[in-house]
C-alpha cells in the first residue's frame, strides 16, 4: 500500500534558477519598455556613461604617464593606491549593501508576495542580494574599466592582466556585501523602530574611523624632519596591507597581475573569490533561517516618525529665512523637517563635504613652507571643480524630486495659501540655502588652507555662490517641468527622463563654469600675480556669473510657467 506524499514532496519548489529567470525577465522587458516608449532617455544615459569613462581613461592614463616619471617613487606609492581604494570600497560597499538589503527584504511589497507563495526563504534571500549586489556595485565597475584599460594601455601589459583584473574587481564584491547582508538582518531583528537612524548611527562611526586616522596622519605629517616624517607615515599605512584584509588579497592579486607573475596574482585571486563565496552563502543561510521572524518586526514596527526636535527647526527657519514672509517659511519648515527626517540626504551631503574637509584640513601640512604661485592657482581650480560636482551631484538626486513629490498630495496643493510661483521661489531657497551654506562653508577652508589673495578668494566665493544659483534653478525649474507625480520614490525620480535631463544640464553647466574658472586662474598666473584683477580673468568672471544667473531665470520661469498649468 503506496502512502500519500507529503505536500513538499508534492508541490516542487521554485529554485532560486526561476527567480533569477524572473528577474531577467523583468529587466529585458524594462530595457524593451524604454526603447519603445523612451529612446531619448536610454540614449542620454548610454551617452553619458560613455562620456564618464572616456573621462575617467583620460584622466588615469595622465596619472599613470605621469607616475612613470618618477619610478622609484611609483613602485612605493601604487601599491597604497589600491590599499586605501579597496579598504574604502569595503565600508562604502558594506554600508550601501546593508540599506539596499533591508528595502528589498523589509521594506517592499515583493518578499511579502515571494514568501507567501511556495518558495523557500534562502531564495528569496539569495535573489534579493544578488540583486543589492548589482546596484550597489555599479560605480566599482565604472571606476574599474578605465583604470584597467588605462593600467594595461601605460604599462603595456600582458593579455592575462586583464581578466584578472576584472575577476579580481568582481570577486571583491561580495565579502562587504556579506557583512552588509548581516547588518540589515541585524537592524530588522533589534532594531526595526530605529532602521532610518541606524543609517545616521552607520554614517557616523563610518566619519569618526576616517577622522580618527586622518587625524594621526595629521599628527605625524606635523614633524620637521623629512626622513621621520616618511618613516612615520609609512608605519602608518602598513596597518592597510594586513594579511587578513580583503583589501589586501586583492591589492596583491592587481599587484603581481602588473608585475607579470601570474602564478601569485592567481593565488589571491583564489583566495578572494573562494572568501566571497563562503561568506555569501554563510551570510545567506543564517539570514534565510531569521528571516521570517526578522520580516514580521520589520513590518510590525510603528510606522509614526518621531518629531526632530520641533523647536529647533523652527528657530532655525525663523533665522535662516527672516526676509521670507510667514507663508513661505512654513512651506520651508516642512521641508526642512523632511530633510533632517531622512538622513540619506543629509548623511551623503555631509560624507561628501566631510571628506572634502578633511582633505583640507590637511592640505596646509603636505607643504609646511607654503605653496608657490602656480600651484595656489591650480589647487583653487580643483577645489572649485571638486566642490561643484558635489553640488550637481546632490542637486540631481535630491533637490530635482522636491517638486513631484509635494504633487502626492494633490488635494493639498490647491489649498496652499499661497500662489504657484511662490511655492517654486520657497522650493528653491531652501534648496539654495542648504547647498550654498555646505558649499560656502567647504570655500572658506579651501581659501584658508591654500591663503588665497582678497581677489581670487572673492571670486572663487562668488563663483561657487552662482553655480549653487543655476543648479538649485536647474533642478527646481526642471523638476516643475518634467515631473512625476505617479511615482512615490525619489530615487526613481531622480533616476527617469525628466532627472537624466536634469543631470545632464547640471553637468554641463559645471563643466562650462569650471573652464570659466579654469581661465581665470590662467590669466592671473599669466599676469605673474594673484591678487591684481586683469581685464581677461574679469570678463570671464562676468561670463560665469551671468550664465549662472541666465541659468536659473531661464529655468525657474520655465518650471513656473509650467506648474501653473498643472490640473491639481
Known amino acids: 500500500m503506496q502512502t500519500n506524499p507529503t505536500t513538499t514532496e508534492a508541490i516542487a519548489l521554485p529554485g532560486l534558477t526561476l527567480l533569477i529567470r524572473l528577474k531577467l525577465r523583468l529587466l529585458r522587458n524594462r530595457l524593451r519598455q524604454l526603447t519603445d516608449q523612451s529612446p531619448l532617455q536610454l540614449l542620454m544615459v548610454i551617452v553619458f556613461v560613455g562620456t564618464i569613462w572616456g573621462g575617467l581613461y583620460v584622466i588615469f592614463d595622465h596619472v599613470f604617464v605621469y607616475l612613470r616619471r618618477f619610478e622609484y617613487e611609483a613602485i612605493i606609492a601604487i601599491p597604497y593606491v589600491f590599499h586605501v581604494f579597496f579598504l574604502a570600497m569595503t565600508l562604502l560597499l558594506a554600508f550601501s549593501t546593508a540599506v539596499l538589503v533591508y528595502g528589498a527584504l523589509f521594506a517592499r511589497e515583493e518578499p511579502a508576495f515571494l514568501l507567501s507563495a511556495p518558495n523557500e526563504p534562502r531564495n528569496v534571500v539569495a535573489i534579493m542580494y544578488i540583486e543589492s549586489l548589482f546596484f550597489s556595485s555599479w560605480s566599482l565597475v565604472l571606476l574599474g574599466l578605465p583604470l584597467m584599460l588605462a593600467i594595461g594601455q601605460v604599462q603595456g601589459l600582458p593579455w592575462h ?68 616624517w616618511l618613516n612615520k607615515i609609512l608605519g602608518e599605512l ?32 583564489c583566495i578572494t573569490v573562494c572568501t566571497a563565496m563562503f561568506l555569501s552563502w554563510w551570510a545567506t543561510m543564517i539570514v534565510s533561517r531569521k528571516l521570517l521572524p526578522a520580516f514580521g518586526r520589520a513590518q510590525a ?42 538622513p540619506i540626504q543629509w548623511s551623503q551631503l555631509a560624507i561628501l563635504f566631510g571628506l572634502l574637509s578633511l582633505y583640507l584640513f590637511y592640505l596646509p601640512r603636505s607643504r609646511p613652507d607654503g605653496f608657490s604661485m602656480q600651484w595656489k592657482a591650480l589647487i583653487c581650480f580643483l577645489n572649485y571643480g571638486a566642490i561643484t560636482l558635489i553640488l550637481s551631484t546632490f542637486t540631481s538626486r535630491f533637490v530635482f524630486p522636491m517638486i513631484s513629490m509635494e504633487g502626492q498630495q494633490s488635494w493639498l496643493v490647491g ?114 600675480r594673484l591678487d591684481r584683477l586683469t581685464v581677461n580673468a574679469a570678463a570671464a568672471f562676468v561670463l560665469l556669473i551671468c550664465l549662472s544667473l541666465l541659468t536659473m531665470t531661464a529655468a525657474i520661469n520655465v518650471g513656473i510657467r509650467q506648474f501653473r498649468k498643472q490640473q491639481f
Open 161 to 228: 592582466f586583464y581578466p584578472i583584473f576584472m575577476i579580481a574587481f568582481l570577486g571583491f564584491v561580495p565579502i562587504p556585501g556579506a557583512f552588509g547582508l548581516m547588518a540589515a538582518l541585524a537592524v530588522a531583528l533589534y532594531l526595526p523602530r530605529l532602521a532610518k537612524r541606524s543609517v545616521f548611527y552607520g554614517t557616523c562611526v563610518i566619519l569618526a574611523l576616517v577622522i580618527i586616522w586622518w587625524g594621526r596622519i595629521w599628527a605625524i605629517s606635523s614633524t620637521t624632519a623629512t626622513t621621520q
Open 415 to 528: 489649498l496652499w495659501p499661497m500662489s504657484r510661483s511662490k511655492v517654486i521661489w520657497a522650493k528653491f531657497l531652501f534648496a539654495l540655502t542648504v547647498t550654498a551654506t555646505a558649499a560656502l562653508s567647504v570655500s572658506y577652508l579651501s581659501i584658508r588652507a591654500l591663503e588665497l589673495p582678497p581677489v581670487l578668494a572673492a571670486m572663487q566665493a562668488s563663483a561657487t555662490f552662482a553655480t549653487c544659483l543655476g543648479l538649485c534653478g536647474l533642478a527646481i525649474g526642471l523638476g516643475a517641468k518634467l515631473p512625476n507625480y505617479d511615482e512615490p520614490n525619489a530615487s526613481r525620480i531622480a533616476s527617469g527622463l525628466g532627472g537624466t535631463v536634469n543631470l545632464i544640464a547640471s553637468v554641463a553647466l559645471v563643466a562650462m563654469s569650471v573652464a570659466l574658472f579654469g581661465a581665470i586662474c590662467w590669466y592671473l598666473v599669466q599676469s605673474g
Open 301 to 342: 514596527a510603528p510606522n509614526k516618525m518621531r518629531r526632530y526636535s520641533g523647536w529647533a527647526s523652527q528657530w532655525l527657519t525663523r533665522i535662516a529665512f527672516f526676509y521670507l514672509p510667514l507663508k513661505m517659511r512654513v512651506l520651508i519648515l516642512k521641508d526642512l523637517r523632511n530633510f533632517f527626517r531622512d
Open 238 to 269: 602598513q596597518y592597510l596591507k594586513a594579511a587578513l584584509l580583503p583589501s589586501s588579497w586583492v591589492s596583491k592579486a592587481i599587484q603581481f597581475s602588473i608585475e607579470d607573475k601570474p602564478s601569485d596574482a592567481t593565488f589571491y585571486l
